[in-house]
């Protein structure tokens, strides 16, 4: 039992969602701070056997490997040609982001091995291991890269800032209260649900929250469908959105909008956890929003 828990843990760690390498321009941006980097660190540092190197030759080794590593992280555009779903922003994952950053090391080190092996003599090097040169790449990399990051992560966290204050400038009138209903499976009996926010995906489960009853008291329900489902059974209902690939929620319940890196993070009741809009949909919130397909602030939902 402790270990299946475990288990699931650490599964949940690796599956959570992170921002992809959708943006070409923005890709190429990231690679072009590393590459630069790493020719400053070469060339002003002269870690490990770099220190052998002449001071004639030093400029146009560090400008190789640099060159080297700029090419190496190239070459991931070739995968996102080949394999555009599985680099898909809403299929990406924390795990998937490991095991890119270990796939852009070995091939960095790759380029750079074959650099020293052809260029290594006139630079008066001698010819390395791949796996030494694989760890002096990482151990030289690894700064650049967390530079770089910060410098991507900074950037969106500014963009996303400012475009929720116009969101929240905007945000469409939810006093209107209209009807509809909300279909979660195709088996249904009449229970009515008022004042549905959002609901959550967990496995075969979705919890929705709404507000029932005297007082307005927030309520949750687990129902045995998916998101995917319900998205099917509610094709209709432009009142409904997927902000993320575990969370629907109506937008016209959307008190408050908040920007970070990873997007935006939604407030649709002060007593209940933010619901997080992850990048690959945040255009399409926006247009929502900006087309106020908000229809309805109170939906009924049937279900099993």
Not at 121 to 150: E, N
Not at 189 to 217: K, P
Request: glycine residues 4%; hydrophobic residues 50%; proline residues 4%.
């Amino acid at each position: 039992m402790d270990l299946a828990f475990f288990m699931h843990k650490i599964t949940a760690f690796f599956n959570q969602h992170h921002p992809a390498h959708t943006n070409p321009i923005a890709y190429l941006r990231v690679i072009s701070i590393i590459s630069i980097l790493v020719f400053f660190i070469l060339y002003i540092f002269r870690p490990f056997d770099w220190a052998f190197i002449a001071d004639a030759q030093l400029f146009i080794a560090a400008l190789v490997s640099s060159g080297a590593t700029f090419l190496g992280l190239l070459l991931l555009y070739l995968w996102f040609w080949l394999f555009p779903h599985f680099f898909d922003e809403k299929n990406w994952s924390l795990g998937k982001e490991l095991l890119l950053i270990i796939y852009q090391f070995t091939v960095v080190s790759a380029f750079i091995w074959l650099a020293r092996h052809f260029f290594g003599h006139y630079w008066g090097l001698p010819q390395r291991s791949y796996a030494f040169t694989w760890w002096t790449v990482c151990i030289t990399g690894i700064i650049p890269y967390l530079l770089a990051t910060s410098v991507k992560h900074i950037f969106h966290f500014r963009k996303y800032i400012r475009q929720a204050i116009l969101i929240n400038n905007n945000l469409p009138n939810n006093d209107v209260t209209l009807s509809g209903e909300l279909y979660l499976t195709k088996s249904f009996d009449s229970l009515r649900i008022v004042g549905f926010l959002f609901m959550e995906a967990h496995g075969n489960y979705v919890t929705v929250h709404c507000i029932e009853g005297v007082g307005n008291q927030l309520k949750q329900h687990n129902i045995r469908c998916t998101l995917a489902q319900v998205e099917t059974n509610n094709k209709e209902n432009l009142i409904l959105f997927r902000c993320h690939r575990a969370f629907i929620i109506n937008l016209n319940s959307i008190l408050q909008v908040d920007g970070n890196a990873a997007g935006y993070q939604l407030t649709l009741h002060p007593d209940l956890p933010q619901v997080p809009v992850s990048r690959s949909y945040a255009n399409e919130f926006k247009e929502r929003l900006a087309s106020n397909f908000c229809h309805s602030s109170q939906i009924s939902a049937k279900y099993p």
